[in-house]
């Protein structure tokens, strides 16, 4: 099965920095890279996802960077904000089947 | 709105007794999940179901049951519970159907249900 790795485990930044998670997956047929952002006590909810067929992928702060020579897909967060604290997920799916998650990444936004 | 609910939220039970969690969803999904979320361990798949008469077991199946009883209910059973099934189990659906774009994947949570196996 799909093994999918993700670090760090816990991220601090100052307000305004950027923030970077990093994933990476073992299975070639995967082709679906979801990232999910589940605030204290919520729910997790989808923010970004990427498809096997396009590279990079941007929505206002956040993008998603997919290498899938190399088995590895990135979050980049610019100019982060306190409300951006939360934990991340990554996922891999091959055809938005079965989907492997992440271990996931706290992520601290200090004002 | 359309949404996912899990019952109970929260439960304290002891070992070797039966527990069910329950998800109904008003989506109109056809895919139903169950995840378990332990700390540093992310996300586990338990079982899935793509629709009624289909039931698939995850990374994590041992000691759980399922059942889909309707489109909408999806059930999970731990049948004789253990200290180690303490966790925040997810409910989760997502949508095959396409319509005139690529299904999406995306993946819609309840709002958990916490188990505490004493």
């Known amino acids: 099965g799909e093994n999918v790795e993700q670090h760090p485990s816990t991220l601090s930044v100052q307000e305004g920095d950027s923030a970077v998670i990093k994933c990476t997956y073992s299975?070639?047929?995967?082709?679906?890279f979801p990232w999910y952002k589940q605030e204290l006590g919520k729910r997790p909810q989808l923010i970004i996802d990427?498809?096997?067929?396009?590279g990079e992928k941007k929505d206002q702060r956040i993008a998603v960077t997919l290498n899938k020579t190399a088995k590895h897909f990135s979050l980049h967060i610019t100019e982060t904000q306190p409300e951006d604290s939360a934990v991340y997920f990554c996922a891999a799916s091959n055809t938005g089947n079965q989907f492997y998650f992440g271990t996931g990444t706290s992520l601290t936004v200090i004002p | 709105d359309a949404d996912v609910t899990q019952t109970p939220r929260n439960r304290i039970t002891k070992t070797g007794k039966r527990i069910m969690l329950e998800c109904s969803q008003t989506k109109g999904h056809d895919r139903m999940y169950w995840y378990r979320q332990d700390p540093g361990l992310g996300l586990r798949l338990i079982y899935y179901s793509f629709d009624v008469k289909d039931i698939n077991k995850g990374e994590i199946s041992d000691g759980y049951s399922v059942s889909r009883q309707a489109q909408a209910k999806f059930s999970l059973s731990l049948e004789s519970a253990i200290p180690n099934q303490t966790a925040l189990y997810f409910c989760?659906?997502?949508?095959?159907?396409?319509?005139?774009?690529?299904?999406?994947?995306?993946?819609?949570f309840g709002e958990g249900s916490r188990l505490t196996v004493l």
């Open positions: 990427i498809r096997s067929n396009v």
């Open positions: 299975d070639s047929a995967s082709n679906y």
């Open positions: 989760a659906t997502s949508d095959r159907r396409t319509s005139g774009r690529a299904h999406t994947g995306e993946l819609f």
